[in-house]
């Protein structure tokens, strides 16, 4: 697919620090869709990390006294600019993601709607006055900006990710440096060069790019400076919990949205077309690679065979196609990794006794190198199989036979994960019943769309902590300061 932008500024190859535009282009960035090069990128060193924190160190002591209204103000500009350019920053994300053009566009929107709520939430960062417990006092609760925040963004969502934490920050006074996933930086820039076009001054948003091997060098210097107060990361549980160790030393505030194991149970009074719909809109967008994805599909005996036949007519007649073709509807994967992770998945579980009812194989997509697989469904799925109890990130869905209502529910929270679950019933005691003995953070009732700028995204147990959008997203990025106020009795 060639990258025909109307605005060709938005194409940017370097590092954005102090508000310059620097760094030498030595990072190649392919199309998912069949390896062609689509632009370089620095790739970074522990220098440009530090002179980011230098810039956002310098930037904050201004930028947390600008008037809230003024802030938001800014983040409105800013709104308004991403919206505008919608169309090319679709194409962006989907050349470099891969994702076909409307989930490109749609990802857009999505972002946008972080950076005016949180534009919003800005003039909404309240404090307290509290009842003091002795006369002649004043007690006050008051929000104060946490100081530079890192953010370390996933290259699933290159728009959707970066903004949720990006926006939140910066409406809370706090100044930011950024470093976007090695396989999808020129969206964080684009965006970032729509930001400074919004008129945020210098130093207040910083990025930095990196290739994976140089990814450890730039976040390090970042772990290590006292001056990072948060890191606000998405990505794997492994390298969480990495980034949790290495932030004990300077104590930084962390938001961390961790891998999933999202189950999805299909009860046998479910109405079955509604949950096929639902099934197909939670697990197959972005082609399979998002956390929040379904990755284990639990369906009652008596609705099993019904539901896996409408299940599979509309897996197998997916159109699996490059972005640039508007009627595909799944992408390729994002690199050589992910489709070997979801073949070795397939493999397993067939060799473990699972069956598959569509797909299971890799596909060639017009003749190119790109990185693609089938869309798969499997029956017969058990909890020993690796795709139960690993991420597969990929268009698989296993499903499982179930009778029992406590034991779906226990084989559901069976996992150190515990970001998603979805269900599927009429009966409203189990609708209770069930959520609140789901072990996530977000829970989806007869519902596959769960995530909106308005409502609290994060996790639980190995999922992580924090939560971005909603009117929670802001506290992650501010502290409480209390202040007492004697001698008035
Ligand atoms: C993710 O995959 O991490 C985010 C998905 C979403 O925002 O819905």
Redesign the pocket.
Known sequence: MTLVLHHTELLRSSHLIDGRWCGEPTHEVTDPADGSLVAHVPDGRAADARAAADAAHAAFAGWRQVPARQRAALLKRWHNLVMAHQDDLGRLISREQGKPLAEGQGEVA?AASYIEWFAEQATRANGEVIPSPVRGRRLMALREPVGVVAVIT?W??PA??IARKIAPALAAGCTVVAKPAEDTPLTALALAALAQQAGLPAGVLNVVTASRERTPEVVDAWLDDDRVRKLSF?GSTPVGMHLARRSADTLKKLSL?LGGNAPFIVFDDADLDAAVEGLMQAKFRNGGQ???CPNRVYVHDAVHDRFVERLAARVGALRVGPAADPSSQIGPMINARAVDKIERHVQDAVARGAQVVVGGRRLQVGGSSGHWYAPTVLVGATPDMACACEETFGPVVPVTRFTDEAAVVAEANATPYGLAAYFYTQNAQRIWRVADALETGIVGINEGA??AEAAP?GGVKHSGYGREGSVHGLDDYQHIKYVCQGGLA
């Open positions: 999505y996933p699933n969502f959707a990710m998405t949205e998002t956390c929040v769960l995530a995204f």
